[in-house]
């Protein structure tokens, strides 16, 4: 996950950090995220393995190619506290594929029970 996000900060003007994000950074910035009941989800594309039968089916997590996760805007002290950010990142080889359609379409069916979810994606 970290280098789907350091790929945005050093190749891309879509996230406004200058440091890349190291895995200890990454780990305390999602157990933040959690012990204030934010949520994130991961986009994994899975490598299929078939054993000796045909009815053997293995898989087994080839990369990440997609993250979304929610953060507070600001400060519990500003008046801004209820805001939520949204940060979104895909693999640059996976861009056009619906991935980011889709991960934004089910957080907010997460975070608002009244949002219609779309059933379907490319």
């Known amino acids: 996950m970290t280098d789907l996000y350091n790929y945005y900060v050093t190749n891309t003007i879509h996230y406004p950090e200058?440091?890349?994000c190291t895995i200890q950074n990454f780990v305390d910035?999602?157990?933040n995220i959690l012990t204030n009941g934010l949520l994130w989800i991961v986009v994994v594309n899975w490598?299929?393995?078939?054993?000796?039968?045909s009815l053997w089916v293995t898989y087994t997590p080839k990369k990440i190619i997609g993250l979304v996760y929610t953060d507070y805007f600001c400060h519990s002290g500003s008046m801004y506290y209820y805001t939520i950010e949204l940060d979104i990142f895909i693999h640059s080889e996976h861009c056009h594929e619906g991935i980011g359609n889709c991960l934004i379409n089910k957080?907010?069916?997460?975070m608002d029970f009244n949002y219609q979810a779309r059933a379907r994606y490319k």
């Open 29 to 31: 910035h999602f157990a």
């Open 107 to 110: 957080i907010l069916n997460f």
């Open 18 to 20: 200058f440091n890349l």
């Open 47 to 53: 490598f299929k393995h078939t054993g000796l039968y």
